[in-house]
């Protein structure tokens, strides 16, 4: 017997054993709401998505082409709209996430209105907009099996067995649109205790991966921007244990920490490293702050000396009592922080660039995975690049290496639109096209990420209707490049009333009325117009 006739048969016997007053329940339509719903808490979808992470970095770790890739979102529907394009278009949903962004959440889902990446947003939109995406990717899980469920109906109607047949298979092997989420808490809002408290909130929301990253929770700052400020090791590792320790209690023993490191482009820290002995995690630390050797015995009033190799030294501090590193220590840094969090319960790295270079990014993993050699990384295909500007420059330097003649060029200009049918300009198109699946081979790059493109699309698909809109075209400005768009290329939500649940509702009014139900879906719904 399938799932549905055996689940039938069982809810038959439940509502017999009622003796009637559970008459007008179907069971049929029971088991059918049920595989509309497979996951009814957070903490089950949180359970199965860390299965599949898991499973995914295995299949990785075996072979480099089998990396993973997620786009941001910012909102439900958004997300929603990603997973079902994805497997309108391949088929499956293998190997795609979704990315949750605090810098969106920051923009776009704070009650102060739009913020800087600083963790100033409420801590528990994070978890709200965990709950909200799942939310929409059940609700198309619903959809996509209520529409298969009228085809069900519709095939026994007219006594086609075969298609009958076809229609039951797809519901029997129906792929759900639940995906793991990699979820940003940030700097962790607070101490090891807030960074536990938010955790637990988010897995319940169904997060299965949690990214937390080695900056100050007060002075955090966007990874692409200046001003950033790093905290000692074992600071970092108590939020670290927090995050686990949140996984372990809520039951989801697979769950995935990333962990980031700022370190290449932070330069400042808020504190010294204790240190008990030399060589251990607070000296390593202490070693890349730049420091004047004390000789001359003169200690100025404010002073704060530290020994070191026999030496009394004197780190430099700020008029905002932050210590600086020596110039150049980024890398090391990075590298040093990469293996200590693997070494101390970290899953996946997350080394923040300023630049999309894969030698850059190798240098460092080839080094961390001399300690360890399965590391992988999550790697940010950050809109703060600028991707045409820096692969032309890369493809431009590469040829200027092999002595080839760039008088056509000007390395400073290589943006301009004059370029964009250049052979330099083709070169660093393939080299974009092809750089996740490179930087997967060479650089230990697990999962691809873009944290805002969402962001963009928006702000763009949005200029681009108001410019012809409220220009001359009007009405032929949505309907030219929007509603014809949509029904040619098949975008689910043309039919914006199914997509927003109303055939759903018909069904359960079905359910609940039978035949006095008062249905929306009938000959005058003019979202027939779109058959």
């Known amino acids: 017997m399938s799932y549905q006739e055996s689940a039938t048969a069982k809810l038959n016997q439940i ?15 029971v088991v059918r709401m049920r595989l509309q719903n497979r996951f009814q808490t957070g903490l089950d979808i949180a359970r199965y998505t860390a299965a599949i992470m898991r499973q995914d970095m295995a299949a990785y770790d075996a072979d480099p082409a089998q990396y993973t890739q997620s786009l941001g979102a910012w909102h439900g529907f958004i997300a929603q709209q990603q997973m079902i394009s994805v497997k309108k278009h391949f088929g499956s949903l293998k190997g795609r996430y979704l990315y949750l962004s605090g810098w969106m959440i920051a923009a776009l ?18 978890p709200d907009l965990i709950e909200e995406i799942y939310t929409f990717l059940r609700q198309a899980d619903a959809r996509e099996l209520g529409m298969l469920f009228r085809d069900l109906d519709a095939a026994r109607g007219a006594g086609d067995a075969a298609r009958e ?119 390593q630390y202490n070693s ?13 009033n404010g002073d704060v000396i530290i020994a070191r190799d026999g030496k009394l030294l004197r780190p430099k501090r700020l008029p905002s009592n932050l210590y600086q590193f020596r110039a150049g220590t980024g890398a090391d840094r990075c590298v040093l922080d990469c293996i200590t969090a693997l070494q101390h319960g970290a899953d996946l790295l997350w080394i923040e660039t300023e630049k999309p270079h894969i030698e850059q990014i190798a240098s ?54 004059s370029y964009d049918e ?15 699946r490179d930087a997967a081979k060479r650089a230990g790059i697990f999962h691809h990420l873009i944290t805002l493109p969402t962001y963009h699309t928006a702000a763009l698909s949005t200029d681009n209707l108001s410019k012809r809109y409220f220009g001359d075209e009007g009405m032929l400005g949505y309907v030219q490049n929007v509603q014809r768009e949509e029904i040619r290329q098949g975008i689910a939500c043309v039919k914006h009333q199914n997509m927003a649940g109303s055939d759903i509702g018909d069904d359960h009014k079905e359910y609940f009325a039978g ?5 929306a879906g009938g000959a005058h719904n003019t979202m027939g117009q779109f058959g």
Not at 17 to 28: H, V
Not at 422 to 436: H, K, N, P, V, Y
Not at 515 to 519: D, N, Q, S
Request: hydrophobic share 35%; proline share 3%.
């Open 15 to 29: 509502i017999q054993a009622k003796q009637g007053t559970w008459g007008g329940i179907n069971p049929d339509y």
């Open 109 to 126: 889902r704070s009650e102060f209105g739009p913020l800087p990446d600083q963790s100033m947003h409420e801590k528990t939109a994070v």
């Open 165 to 283: 047949a076809e229609v039951q298979s797809k519901i029997d092997n129906h792929q759900t649109h639940i995906v793991p989420i990699i979820a940003d808490i940030d700097a962790g809002f607070g101490n090891a205790e807030a960074t536990y408290l938010l955790s637990k909130k988010m897995i319940e929301a169904g997060a299965c991966a949690i990214q937390i990253e080695n900056q100050v929770s007060d002075e955090k700052q966007c990874g692409h921007q200046d001003g950033k400020v790093t905290v000692p090791h074992e600071d970092f590792l108590a939020k670290v244990r927090a995050v686990r320790y949140a996984f372990l209690e809520l039951g989801v023993e697979d769950g995935v920490i990333v962990c980031r490191t700022d370190s290449l482009g932070a330069g400042l820290t808020k504190q010294i490293a204790y240190s008990s002995e030399r060589g251990d995690l607070g000296d």
């Open 288 to 300: 890349f702050l730049d420091c004047d050797e004390v000789t001359d015995g003169t200690v100025r």
């Open 364 to 417: 460092m993993m080839d080094r961390i995975r001399e300690a360890v050699p399965n590391a992988k990384l999550v790697y940010n295909n950050s809109p703060s690049f600028n991707w045409t500007l820096n692969f032309r420059q890369q493809v431009y330097d590469a040829w200027k290496e092999e002595g080839r003649d760039l008088s056509a060029y000007d390395r400073a200009k290589l943006m301009a639109q």
């Open 422 to 436: 250049s052979d330099l300009a083709t070169e660093a198109d393939l080299r974009i096209r092809s750089f996740q």
């Open 515 to 519: 035949e006095a139900a008062l249905k």
